[in-house]
């Protein structure tokens, strides 16, 4: 039993033995098989993720690319085209420099192509652009504009060798309207392409273009190798088909993640599209470096910027220099670094002759071209409160996303000069102002003084200039059309303007019409009101004409009293102001807000006649394609008999010569002109509106929170006013012409009387015809009291 | 006889006194009448020179300005765009002309014209109020100007005349 015993126990442990031998085999298997569950799992889910990530880059692929090619386009902001013709004073309209902002390239003595302008004592030659205008495509020629002096004496078409009568330069652009990617594109296709440019960019970046299926392996030892030698990364191994998936789909940052996407999206393009669709996507995605913020991209907009060319137009030098630049695009900058763009373009030339893209001759004329590039723009941007406003006038009929990604043309009336000559004087005179007043004008203000100008051509209602504030930079707000001031006594025109027209006046009334400048009480609102005069004196008896030149508020509120308060807000209605306008005494005297576009506007009667035209600041709006999307057209309405308004005119022209608005002609501005100043209680707003028959200005000057600058408008407003008036309309533009039933009679200029031996000398004054003075003025004197002056 | 001479002599003497006297008075009245103005309370300072007409526009044919006459190049240009029927060009052209010159009251009649072919008449009437401003003083373009402003009101465009008024169609 023992022995047996001894066996049974052996046997156990035999068996146990070979039981836990056989669990731990088990355990093993068992643990193995997890263990290939889990990989299979994690194989599952790996691949799962995988697919997951090929079909997110496949639906991209097909979602960004497989559909027609599109990029977002800027929309681009135009200003109106400036015409050349004989009689034209090229300095005095600052062509040349506006040939520099439109990309012009100064070739010396002659010129070779598009873009190309020469000067010389005696002609402008001048190789015009291409540009599509709406519903028209111009064709650039070169012309030869004749010079007498800085005026142009004739213009002669180099082409077809006769003169011309005009010749149009084209619009310019002052403005993109870019999403947050901010990059600018012109879209070109591969035809629109010139070979030598093509065939240079494979040669250089990638030349096995068309031996590869999206990713090279040769070409990628082949930089390794080349590295390797070099201990430097000489070489890079990205075919053309990764650099466009690179910028079109990824990013620029360096990663391992980013190599493996580019080559998996590399490879599936190749699978789907042709060569000549991933080349045409190259040329209008690959990055040409930067213009100011925004970006440049594609070989149609590089070769704007760098040779003001179309493309279709570079030369076989330009093709290989642009081509060259894709590598370091700012280092190889040719506005900035020409001494490097150009050995860069000698390198791209010697390969195009070794591959025989090029003969020996084309090769020699390509190395000897000389690089001539337009003048570095140093503001992106013009005009940029103007540009505001065409995109709010936009966004009703045209989303922000659409104007950021749509590339619609937008031509506004913007007059590039006078926009320049706009922003110098605003900035230029307030200057001055701070400068000269520091000890008047509040000390310690947190907020610097602002102005705003705007120009308006009257009788088409253009805006041709504006400048809503010292600096957009700091401030976007625009002070000339989102501002809402009291216009002061520049609204006392409308209550003459009333006065002087028999058919809204309660009572007839001439410039020489008298009227007491003599303190009175009126009541108003439940409280007696009582008008004071700027210099706080009472002033007599006056002629109409006298109290506007001198803009007396008491005699004005009187006369607003007869001529009756509603009557004024008719009128003020048909010049176009459509802010509130409450009938009380101290209308007349400007107590009401208005933005001062509002009242350039309503100003544009006086020198266009009575006829009113609404404000405009786009013409058309293109789509990329060419097609017109909006026509904005010159609207215009007669709302005043052209009488009344020659008399205001007249009057105003008075404030010009002998009245608050003389320091113009202090400051040397002599052409015929008439305007008005304006200054608000506590001398918060100073204004000046004046106008000549052809144009129009207004500029106002105040601080945004309304402090008390302590300056009058012939002191603050004026000088910008002037400033902008001697560059823009220097000469003037002729008289104010005057309708036939009008007639000028010499007056007194005191009494409004007419002229015998006792006044001898007077001014001839407009009168509507039967409206004349009868009295002489001793007459007049005699059977009244106080005249100003006696 | 001789007496009857003397007798006669006197007679005759006085009778071309009295005429003399008859004629000097009549004609110094006739002078009064002549020099006295239209309104007649003006004095005599104001009737000799002191009441003149103001600036008024110069007809098209004396336009002599630069931009007055390249203007005027763009409105042939743009009239040229009308014959065709290109009417978008034409309106361009014109609205260009009235930019460069806004007191060619030519260019303002045609892109009124221009507005009428388009069937888009309310366009057009404020630039004839323009054109009338600028051209109304002169028959012929005042004819023209009323003409257009009923066939606005209701006629149809192929019953307008081409005729350009004498003296104003070449430039």
């Known amino acids: 039993m023992p022995r047996y015993r001894g066996y049974r126990s052996s046997y156990k442990k035999r068996r146990q033995n070979s039981e836990g031998k056989k669990s731990g085999l088990r355990r093993k298997i068992k643990r193995l098989w997890t263990l290939i569950k889990l990989l299979v799992l994690v194989a599952i889910i790996g691949g799962i993720a995988l697919l997951y990530h090929f079909y997110r880059l496949d639906s991209m692929i097909a979602d960004k690319f497989d559909k027609p090619l599109r990029w977002d386009l800027p929309s681009r902001v135009y200003s109106d085209a400036d015409y050349l013709y004989p009689g034209l004073d090229i300095a005095s309209r600052g062509i040349m420099a506006k040939l520099d902002r439109l990309g012009y390239r100064n070739t010396g003595d002659k010129i070779n192509g598009p873009g190309d302008y020469s000067k010389s004592d005696d002609s402008l030659s001048i190789y015009l652009h291409d540009f599509k205008y709406p519903n028209e495509i111009f064709a650039g020629f070169p012309v030869r504009l004749s010079l007498q002096g800085s005026k142009i004496a004739s213009i002669k078409n180099l082409e077809r060798d006769d003169e011309v009568e005009v010749v149009r330069l084209e619009p310019e652009q002052i403005s993109s309207i870019f999403n947050d990617k901010m990059e600018d594109r012109t879209i070109v296709t591969l035809k629109g392409v010139p070979q030598y440019l093509v065939e240079a960019i494979i040669l250089i970046e990638d030349e096995r273009f068309f031996d590869h299926g999206g990713v090279d392996p040769i070409g990628i030892v082949r930089a390794a190798i080349a590295n390797l030698k070099s201990m430097r990364i000489a070489q890079g191994g990205s075919t053309l088909t990764q650099q466009l998936v690179k910028n079109y789909f990824l990013h620029s940052r360096k990663s391992f993640t980013r190599k493996i996407n580019e080559m998996i999206i590399a490879y599936r393009i190749e699978r789907t599209h042709t060569k000549a669709e991933i080349l045409e996507a190259y040329l209008n995605e690959i990055y040409f470096g930067q213009r100011g913020a925004s970006s440049v991209s594609g070989v149609a907009e590089a070769s704007k910027l760098y040779f003001a060319k179309n493309v279709d137009q570079l030369t076989v030098g330009e093709c290989a220099l642009l081509a060259g630049m894709i590598k370091y695009p700012s280092r190889y900058n040719p506005i900035t670094h020409p001494e490097q763009s150009r050995e860069r373009r000698d390198f791209v030339l010697g390969r195009m002759r070794e591959k025989n893209l090029i003969d020996e001759k084309q090769y020699k004329n390509a190395l000897s071209e000389k690089i001539v590039t337009p003048k570095r723009k140093v503001r992106i941007s013009i005009a940029p409160y103007f540009v505001d406003l065409v995109k709010r006038q936009l966004a009703d009929f045209y989303p922000a996303e659409v104007l950021q990604t749509e590339g619609l043309r937008i031509f506004t009336t913007l007059d590039m000069f006078s926009q320049l000559s706009a922003e110098k004087a605003v900035i230029a005179e307030l200057k001055t102002l701070e400068e000269k007043f520091s000890k008047i004008l509040p000390q310690e203000h947190p907020d610097p003084l602002q102005a705003c100008l705007i120009a308006m051509q009257p009788s088409t209602g253009y805006v041709r200039a504006l400048v809503g504030g010292r600096d957009y930079g700091t401030s976007q707000f625009d002070r000339c059309t989102q501002a809402m001031r009291q216009p002061g006594s520049t609204f006392k025109p409308f209550v003459f303007l009333t006065a002087f027209d028999p058919s809204r006046s309660n009572k007839p009334f001439t410039p020489a019409t008298l009227i007491d400048d003599s303190t009175f009480e009126v009541e108003a609102g439940g409280k007696l009101w009582r008008p004071k005069n700027y210099d706080k004196k009472e002033h007599g008896l006056v002629t109409l004409r006298r109290s506007l030149e001198k803009s007396y508020n008491i005699a004005t509120a009187k006369l607003a009293l007869e001529v009756g308060l509603e009557n004024i807000v008719e009128t003020a209605r048909d010049a176009g102001i459509t802010s509130d306008l409450i009938p009380v005494p101290s209308l007349a005297l400007g107590s009401f807000e208005v933005s001062p576009m509002e009242m350039a506007s309503a100003y544009t009667i006086f020198p266009n006649g009575g006829i009113r035209a609404q404000p405009i600041s786009i013409i058309d709006v293109m789509t990329k394609d060419d097609a017109v999307l909006e026509k904005k057209t010159i609207r215009m309405r007669k709302e005043f008999d052209a009488a009344p308004v020659y008399l205001a005119t007249g009057v105003m022209r008075g404030v010009m010569d002998n009245g608050t608005g003389a320091g113009a002609r202090a400051r040397g501005y002599n052409a015929i002109a008439a305007g008005k100043t304006g200054t608000t209680s506590n001398y918060r707003d100073a204004w000046f509106v004046g106008f000549t028959p052809k144009l129009l200005a207004l500029s106002w000057v105040g601080y945004d929170d309304n402090a008390d600058m302590k300056m009058s408008g012939g002191r603050a407003a004026l000088p910008i006013w002037t400033n902008f008036m001697k560059k823009a309309e220097p000469q003037g533009s002729g008289d104010f012409t005057g309708p036939s039933d009008v007639i000028l009679v010499k007056v007194d200029r005191i009494t409004g009387g007419l002229l015998n031996r006792t006044c001898p000398e007077g001014i001839y004054e407009a009168f509507i015809e039967g409206t004349e003075p009868t009295k002489e003025c001793d007459e007049i004197r005699t059977n009244t009291e106080s005249f100003e002056g006696f | ?171």
């Open chain 2, 1 to 171: 006889m001789r007496r009857d001479k003397n007798k006669y002599g006197i007679v005759r003497g006085i009778l071309t006194v009295l005429v003399v006297t008859f004629l000097i008075s009549t004609l110094s009245g006739c002078a009064e009448k002549t020099a006295k103005p239209a309104h007649k309370k003006l004095p005599q300072r104001a009737r000799q020179g002191d009441v003149i007409r103001p600036a008024s526009v110069p007809p098209p044919s004396q336009m002599v300005t630069p931009e007055g006459k390249a203007s005027m190049r763009l409105v042939e240009k743009g009239k040229a765009y009308i014959d065709s029927a290109e009417f978008d060009l034409a309106r361009t052209t014109f609205r260009n002309a009235i930019s460069v010159d806004t007191g060619n009251g030519v260019a303002y009649y045609y892109l009124a014209l221009t507005y009428y072919y388009i069937n888009q008449p309310d366009l057009a009437y404020g630039l004839l109020d323009k054109a009338n401003q600028l051209l109304g003083y002169d028959e012929g373009w005042n004819a023209r100007i009323e003409e257009l402003r009923s066939e606005l009101s209701g006629g149809s465009p192929a019953s307008h005349s081409d005729d350009e008024p004498e003296g104003y169609g070449s430039f």
